[in-house]
C-alpha cells in the first residue's frame, strides 16, 4: 500500500479515526513514516486550536448572548414585509403606466423635454 493520503493524515491526527479505512489503519500500524506524518499533523493541529483559542474571546454565556439577540430581532413577518395590498398593487401599476407614457412622450422627436411637447 501507499503512504496515506493528506485526508487519511487530517482525519488521523484530529482523532477521526472512523473516516480511516481499515487498510490505511492496517499500514499505519506498519509504517514509521506515516506514523511521524500523524504526529506532525496531530501537534500542527493542536498549536492551530491553542492559536485560535488565544484569539477568540472567550464568551462567557454564549446561550444567553443568542437568546437575547433573538429577542430583539423583530418578527419574522415584519423583517420580511408583509404581502402587499391589491391597493398597492394597484397604485404602483398606475405609476408605473404613468411612467411608461411619461417616458414614450419623451421619445418622441422633438420632445427633448415637456415644454418642447407642448409647443408641438
Not at 66 to 88: K, N
Not at 97 to 120: E, K
Amino acid at each position: 500500500m501507499k503512504h496515506l493520503n493528506e485526508i487519511a493524515l487530517e482525519a488521523l491526527a484530529t482523532g477521526r479515526d472512523d473516516l480511516v479505512d481499515p487498510a490505511a489503519l492496517a499500514h499505519l500500524d506498519e509504517c514509521a513514516d506515516c506514523a511521524q506524518r500523524v504526529s506532525v499533523e496531530r501537534l500542527a493541529a493542536q498549536d492551530a486550536t491553542v492559536a485560535l483559542e488565544r484569539m477568540i474571546p472567550a464568551l462567557d454565556d454564549l446561550d444567553a448572548m443568542v437568546m437575547q439577540a433573538m429577542q430583539a430581532a423583530p418578527e419574522t413577518e415584519i423583517a420580511l414585509g408583509a404581502a402587499p395590498t391589491p391597493r398597492s398593487l394597484v397604485t404602483a401599476a398606475g405609476l408605473g403606466g404613468l411612467a411608461a407614457v411619461g417616458l414614450g412622450l419623451l421619445s418622441l422627436p422633438g420632445g427633448d423635454s415637456v415644454s418642447a411637447l407642448s409647443a408641438a
